[in-house]
């Protein structure tokens, strides 16, 4: 496989091979790939089991009816807003 870079990739990969941060475009191309494809990894394949507890506590807290009706947010947050600004 080949991969052709604009020109200022390829300038920003050679500045930091000059730096010495990187042996070669090559090893900084393939890193900085590498760690794309890593970080692209957590959030694809996330199962999204951490929400679980947040989502059972949240439908708890509406079946004790411990809600606050739309409006009721808006005047809470109006009443903040006006302490806030005295």
Do not use: C
């Not at 941060?21 to 951490?50: G, H, K, N, P």
Request: overall charge negative; cysteine-free.
């Amino acid at each position: 496989m080949s991969i052709t870079l604009t020109r200022d990739q390829e300038a920003w990969l050679e500045a930091h091979v000059a730096t010495g941060e990187f042996a070669s475009v090559e090893e900084a191309a393939r890193l900085l790939i590498d760690q794309r494809i890593a970080e692209l990894a957590t959030v694809y394949e996330d199962d999204m089991a951490w929400a679980k507890p947040l989502v059972d506590e949240a439908r708890a807290a509406v079946a004790r009816g411990d809600v606050l009706t739309l409006d009721e947010h808006r005047a809470r947050n109006a009443a903040r807003l006006a302490a806030l600004r005295g």
